[in-house]
């Protein structure tokens, strides 16, 4: 079992930035790939970035590209979420994952979750 933990989340106004934190524990040597994804209300679930665990090839969905950093701390297990030049739009709870596979953008490939930590983005 893995389990997810996530921090970081808060209330900003536009264009300022947040980080979110990822803290990963248990069965870690499973994880090979990670991911962040963000669910608006009353909207699916969608793919933000992802990122191996051993913190290369980091893929981003184009309306945050630019804007949001993913990486990683090998020595914490933690994955970072950076996102710079917040929008209103970007308001959503965003939600670690992690698969024993290698990353992807399907929300239901992952094997395990964090809990979500909520981003409110005021104009």
């Known amino acids: 079992q893995v389990w997810l933990v996530e921090s970081g989340g808060g209330l900003v106004q536009a264009g300022n930035s947040l980080r979110l934190s990822c803290a990963a524990s248990?069965?870690?040597?499973?994880?090979?790939?990670t991911g962040w994804f963000r669910q608006a209300p009353g909207k699916e679930r969608e793919f933000v970035a992802s990122?191996?665990?051993?913190?290369?090839?980091?893929y981003y969905a184009n309306s945050v590209k630019g804007r949001f950093t993913i990486s990683r701390d090998n020595a914490k297990d933690t994955v970072y979420l950076q996102m710079n030049n917040l929008k209103p739009e970007d308001t959503a709870a965003y939600y670690c994952?992690?698969?024993?596979?290698?990353?992807?953008?399907?929300?239901?490939?992952?094997?395990?979750w964090g809990q979500g930590t909520q981003v409110t983005v005021s104009s």
């Open positions: 994952a992690a698969r024993q596979r290698s990353p992807a953008t399907a929300a239901g490939s992952y094997d395990y």
């Open positions: 248990g069965r870690t040597f499973n994880i090979h790939g």
């Open positions: 990122i191996t665990w051993s913190g290369g090839s980091p």
